[in-house]
């Protein structure tokens, strides 16, 4: 393969030289009849000059067409090409004034392009024969006293530079042809790892779509296809978006699109309810955009599998939650035998609370452990927030202070949504400052993103909190069991949200985010 490579760009580059050849024949043909009333003066032999000029601009056009539709050998065309320069050259410095500066320059050009496009040995033997043309021609003619001897250093000079020529030719090819090795294996390894992405873009299950910044798709793999109802036989290169997924491309607004913003899309052309992740692509001269397609059902079962493999580490925890208040229970019991009758009621009591702790602990992690899948619909914010408030939190209603921007709408599963919002608020009205009486729920849109915050007045959480905090048992409070932060966190993964803890200067407050882009 490399050798093919070779050998195509020695037959491109004897065809230019071939070409040069002819062009500089014909030139200096054109030169001589321009000056036939100075030939006399100019040359010393006028007639051997022509006929040299003639035979010259015939052999290189044969050579030429022969080279292009006869080009069986290339190597013993080309060698052929420059041992008849070096003829002609010779012979035109014979029939001048002895030193002639654009027949050296030629001589000169000729030998460098013979050290690029022959062998070394060729080409030192072209280089050769020039030098030996050059000095010989000196000597004959002042034989014959048609050259002066005087001139035989001039043509010693020319011979050096000949030979310096040639060293310097060799020099760039070989950093040329060791180049040329080095970009064809780069090639090579660029051509097989793309070979590979390719395969791997087929196989996986993942979809992968690359727009520009005119909504022209790029490139796109089996599975983007199959995911956003687009046909196995459609052509898709450079071919808009809004011809091939209509509804999509109106939900993007790529003039605006933000690095890193994530969206649910579902279309009536496509079976399959899906999450988009953008990701900006910067290549010279353009900004690309990379659509990151999932299968929104594949995300909810691998949540599900990393719910279940969460729930073998915490048995061992739920075990030790639960005996700490055993111990307590049967500790009561056997005080209980042994007391008065007052003794006896605040053990009753006693008893009932750590009951009461050990039954939250099981109604919460069986809670988790449900392996019920996340179904994401459409909330207006303003609706949902009014009736969960009255419904959920009616013994709460007026502690909370709502602050809502209009015609916000979400995908999330509801029934997980108003479970995560309940969590947050009593735990917020809880740890209220008690001179404040009331709590702040917020909701807006920044950047693309709608948020949703729940805030209090009181002392927040301390700083050697902040790590544990969504940690599952972790609770700083003697009775509460430390799965209601872990277990919001999880709904919200499972709905592509994000639930993060935001440090205020009075109090705690805790943010619900989910893409703006997921507005119907």
């Not at 093919?4 to 050849?21: A, E, N, V």
């Not at 003639?54 to 080309?78: A, D, R």
């Not at 890193?260 to 910067?282: C, M, N, P, W």
């Amino acid at each position: 393969m490399l050798y093919h490579h070779t050998r195509l760009s020695q037959y491109h580059l004897g065809l230019w030289y071939g070409s040069y050849r002819c062009i500089i024949a014909v030139c200096l043909l054109i030169v001589f009849f321009s000056n036939t009333q100075s030939a006399d003066t100019n040359y010393i032999f006028p007639q051997l000059y022509l006929l040299t000029l003639i035979c010259y601009v015939i052999l290189s056009s044969l050579q030429l067409i022969s080279y292009i539709f006869f080009n069986l050998k290339i190597n013993q065309n080309i060698t052929l090409f420059f041992a008849i320069d070096v003829i002609v050259y010779s012979l035109l410095t014979f029939a001048s004034h002895g030193s002639n500066f654009s027949v050296n320059l030629l001589f000169t050009i000729t030998i460098f392009a013979a050290s690029i496009l022959l062998e070394s040995k060729k080409a030192l033997l072209i280089t050769l024969i020039a030098v030996i043309s050059v000095v010989y021609q000196y000597i004959v003619g002042s034989l014959f006293s048609i050259i002066n001897l005087g001139q035989v250093g001039n043509s010693a000079l020319l011979a050096i530079i000949f030979l310096f020529v040639y060293v310097g030719g060799q020099i760039t090819i070989k950093r040329f042809r060791s180049l040329e090795k080095s970009n064809y294996r780069q090639s090579l390894e660029l051509h097989q790892l793309q070979n590979i992405n390719r395969h791997i873009l087929e196989q996986i299950e993942t979809g992968y779509l690359v727009l520009t910044q005119t909504g022209d798709m790029i490139l796109s793999n089996p599975a983007s296809r199959k995911l956003l109802g687009i046909p196995p036989s459609q052509e898709t290169e450079n071919v808009s978006l809004q011809y091939l997924q209509p509804d999509l491309f109106q939900r993007l607004d790529l003039a605006t699109l933000q690095d890193g913003d994530k969206f649910q899309f579902t279309s009536r052309l496509a079976e399959y309810h899906t999450v988009i992740h953008i990701q900006e692509l910067k290549v010279p001269q353009q900004t690309l955009v990379l659509l990151t397609i999932q299968d929104a059902k594949f995300l909810n079962q691998q949540v599900q599998q990393l719910k279940l493999a969460a729930l073998g580490q915490l048995s061992a925890s739920i075990a030790h939650e639960i005996r700490n208040p055993l111990a307590a229970i049967m500790q009561a019991n056997q005080l209980y035998l042994q007391s008065s009758s007052i003794e006896q009621k605040q053990l009753t009591e006693m008893i009932d609370r750590q009951a009461l702790r050990m039954n939250k602990i099981i109604e919460d992690t069986l809670g988790m452990a449900k392996n019920k899948e996340t179904t994401p619909t459409r909330i207006e914010l303003d609706y949902f927030l009014k009736y969960f408030l009255q419904e959920d939190l009616s013994d709460i209603y007026q502690k909370i202070r709502v602050e809502s921007e209009p015609n916000l709408s979400i995908l999330f599963d509801e029934l997980q949504l108003r479970q995560i919002l309940i969590n947050l608020i009593r735990n917020a009205i809880k740890h209220n400052n008690p001179d404040y009486s009331y709590i702040l729920l917020k909701t807006y849109k920044k950047q693309n993103v709608v948020r949703i915050e729940i805030q209090d007045f009181g002392s927040g959480v301390a700083q050697q909190d902040l790590n544990d905090l969504f940690k599952p048992f972790f609770s700083t409070d003697i009775n509460g069991t430390g799965l209601g932060l872990y277990l919001s966190m999880s709904f919200c993964e499972a709905n592509q949200a994000k639930l993060s803890y935001v440090e205020k200067e009075f109090g705690a407050c805790f943010r619900i985010e989910c893409s703006n882009l997921a507005v119907i």
